[in-house]
């Protein structure tokens, strides 16, 4: 079962490498790079079930990596959001 | 057993909200398939702890409960706003 | 039973990989956030299978929750055109199909090589010195005890961001919504008790079982997002709080700096901590880190500096 | 004790699978998106409902059990309030509710092109 959770891990990070180096939109840029995030979040803890048990460590790891992911998504937005509304002023003022 | 194989049926009954998902035509209409996946992960979740015997999934589910709440609010204040009405974009209320 | 579950993950899988390729693909910019979300919630039924609880609670609230509402938000910000991503020259394919393949056999091999390690990792150590750690589950032991300082740094991160944030300019004023709308006080009143109370449970759980400071603070920090948006949270803007705001958001990296010297004092190493003392210590930790990391949350959602 | 209530719990949980088919039908095959809101509502938090209401039939505890029940309420409010909220957006951004007789031709051939 964990080998379906690793192709998928591979296949999601395959898809959103390309999406990252294509899209000419900074929305579309961090969507890309919020599903590479969970791909590599699905390929550790994937590893992590064995059938001897469950190592915590790998998932202590992605739960601080969920937190670091949502900081980047929030200060990117930001700056997307205000470079548009200084665009926006500049458009309107002159 | 029978919690599990319900739980696969709802999985599948999702399709139908990717496909409204993908066809739209409004945002309207995709927030409402995205509430309609919370509901069903919701049943899913249910129906797995009661099926597995672990009920640390329903903490799960109510987190994803509260937080379709959250999700709509975001939309109706903040994403379908006049702004999006003003600058000509009766294209976001009715695209297609 | 076997059989019924690897149809359950079969079309998990099915439904992730569609959910990606839509959120990357899709020229409409709305559908792609909104395939995003969605993938958010199968994700989190895809931590269920995977049996990583803590990480399904995390990315339920996380996740399919902040993050949507911060793309949300962005989107009503963002010119409805543009968006749609040029198409593919006839030149570019074969260097497209060549980086896709590239792509996935490195990651693949990474995947070949990750299964050639040692197993079961490092699950007995962590057995073996949980009895010490103050707590009784392993994944908030690792997270608070074991491995503080990446929870610390995290932290800290998550600190940066908002500096970075918030230095970008003055708070973005919303746009006014369509029409009035009555609801969403009331939606905020019905659900707020449940916003505080269902964090004070995940963290008096997360000593024994999934649960804990990160789920229990993007709850609270949810909360205070549609608090937000129901135009409640007055005070964030006002300049007398601003000292207060910036102590609170602060208060998690500070106490946690605090518990760390004084490991450094009391038994010679930062960040140790004393087994007498290592489950209440842990406690006050994850409060202010709760709390902390609910108010960075609503910080950024704010889009830039209050109060200016 | 509550033994007697566990093919009650099966019988609730089937039905409330059969709401749930019924509502995505419903999303499907409604022709805009007042109609659309009414399926998932009113069909599918009534499917959830019974499922919930199935399960906490068996939950081995009472606390299990209004667990369920909590979740079920939640969505309750979470979800009629949301409904609201975007029927009214919706109506103030200009998207009109469909009020044509049923059966008339163009019916089948309009929907979802506005």
Not at chain 2, 2 to 19: D, K, Y
Not at chain 3, 160 to 184: H, I, M, N
């Amino acid at each position: 079962m964990s080998a379906l959770y690793l192709l998928l891990a591979a296949a999601l990070a395959g898809m959103a490498l390309v999406g990252l180096f294509r899209a000419a939109d900074l929305l579309r840029r961090v969507l890309a790079l919020n599903v590479l995030a969970s791909a590599i979040f699905l390929l550790l803890v994937a590893l992590a079930r064995t059938t001897e048990g469950i190592d915590p460590l790998p998932h202590a790891m992605v739960l601080t990596g969920i937190v670091v992911a949502v900081s980047t998504t929030a200060a990117v937005l930001a700056l997307t959001v205000q470079a548009q509304e200084r665009r926006r002023h500049r458009e309107e003022e002159p | 057993m029978f919690h599990a194989a319900i739980a696969a049926l709802l999985l599948l009954n999702l399709g139908v909200a990717l496909w409204r998902l993908r066809r739209g035509p409004t945002s309207a209409d995709r927030m409402l398939a995205a509430e309609l996946v919370s509901a069903s992960a919701i049943a899913v979740l249910l129906l797995l702890a009661a099926g597995l015997a672990q009920p640390a999934l329903v903490d799960v589910a109510l987190l994803v409960a509260l937080l379709a709440a959250v999700a709509t609010a975001n939309f109706v204040t903040r994403t379908w706003t006049l702004l999006h009405e003003e600058s000509g974009s009766r294209e976001e209320a009715g695209r297609d | 039973m076997s059989a019924l579950a690897l149809a359950f993950d079969l079309l998990l899988v099915a439904a992730l990989l569609w959910l990606a390729w839509q959120a990357l693909f899709d020229a409409h910019r709305f559908s792609a956030v909104a395939h995003f979300m969605v993938f958010g919630l199968v994700m989190s039924l895809a931590w269920v299978r995977l049996d990583a609880l803590d990480i399904a609670l995390a990315e339920a609230a996380i996740g399919a929750g902040v993050t949507g509402a911060l793309l949300l938000a962005a989107l009503g910000r963002l010119p409805a055109k543009a968006g749609h991503a040029p198409a593919w020259r006839r030149a570019q394919r074969p260097l497209v199909w060549a980086a896709v393949a590239t792509v996935v056999s490195a990651t693949l091999a990474l995947a070949w090589v990750a299964w050639q390690l040692p197993r079961p990792g490092l699950a007995g150590p962590v057995a073996e010195v949980l009895p010490h750690s103050g707590v009784d589950h392993a994944v908030t032991a690792v997270l608070l005890n074991l491995r503080a300082w990446d929870t610390l740094l995290e932290i800290t991160v998550m600190l940066a961001a908002v500096c970075l944030v918030w230095s970008l300019g003055p708070a973005l004023s919303p746009y006014a919504p369509a029409t009035a709308l009555p609801g969403l006080p009331a939606l905020t009143r019905l659900l707020h008790p449940l916003f505080v109370l269902v964090p004070a449970y995940l963290l008096w759980r997360g000593s024994h079982a999934p649960g804990g400071a990160f789920p229990a603070g993007a709850v609270l920090g949810a909360g205070g997002v549609l608090m937000v948006l129901a135009g409640a949270v007055h005070w964030v803007h006002d300049a007398r709080r601003q000292p207060l705001l910036r102590l609170l958001l602060a208060a998690g990296v500070l106490l946690f700096l605090a518990v760390g010297l004084a490991g450094l004092g009391l038994a010679g190493t930062f960040l140790a901590l004393p087994d007498a003392l290592a489950g209440p210590l842990i406690l006050a930790v994850e409060v202010a880190a709760a709390l902390s990391i609910a108010l960075m949350l609503m910080a950024f959602y704010l889009y830039g500096e209050p109060g200016r | 004790m509550t033994e007697w209530l566990h093919p009650l719990g099966y019988a609730l949980i089937a039905a409330g699978t059969g709401f749930f088919v019924a509502g995505n039908l419903g999303l499907i095959r409604f022709p805009d998106l007042y109609a659309r809101l009414h399926a998932l509502t009113k069909a599918d938090n009534l499917g959830l409902g019974l499922i919930c209401l199935g399960l906490a039939c068996q939950a081995p505890s009472l606390a299990a059990a209004a667990k369920f029940l909590l979740v079920w309420a939640l969505m309750l409010v979470a979800s009629s309030i949301g409904a609201t909220l975007i029927a009214s957006t919706a109506l103030a951004c200009g998207l009109r509710p469909r009020q044509q007789r049923p059966g008339s031709m163009e019916d089948d051939e309009r929907e979802d092109t506005p």
